[in-house]
């Protein structure tokens, strides 16, 4: 059974700095690409970055420029550095990654159970 799993949310006032992991484990065979969604009160759940296994990145234009997309292939890990917060990054942030199970298996959707990020102004 595969799980992911969200660390790195909190509180943080505007300006500063937060760096959400998501780590995957159980029966992984290959992880193909990973994302970040956010998800605000209200709103609907929106793509923040995604990043291929190849290392090619790409950013809503919202967080462009502040936001960093990473990923440790050896450790199945996500990262996300978010800089310069702004209030309107408060939302519950969940990870994504397309799995293989098994050689020959058809990759799948997981997700973590999400991690509260709020910014202060």
């Known amino acids: 059974q595969v799980q992911l799993v969200e660390y790195g949310g909190g509180l943080v006032q505007a300006g500063g700095s937060l760096r959400l992991s998501c780590a995957a484990s159980?029966?992984?065979?290959?992880?193909?690409?990973m994302t970040w969604h956010r998800q605000a009160p209200g709103k609907q759940r929106e793509l923040v970055a995604g990043?291929?296994?190849?290392?090619?990145?790409n950013y809503a234009d919202s967080v462009k420029g502040r936001f960093t997309i990473s990923r440790d292939s050896a450790e199945n890990t996500l990262y996300l550095q978010m800089d310069s917060l702004e209030p309107e990054d408060t939302a519950v942030y969940y990870c994504?990654?397309?799995?293989?199970?098994?050689?020959?298996?058809?990759?799948?959707?997981?997700w973590g159970q999400g991690t509260q990020v709020t910014v202060s102004s």
């Open positions: 994504n990654a397309v799995i293989s199970e098994k050689l020959f298996a058809a990759a799948r959707d997981y």
């Open positions: 159980g029966s992984i065979f290959s992880i193909n690409a």
């Open positions: 990043i291929t296994r190849g290392g090619s990145t």
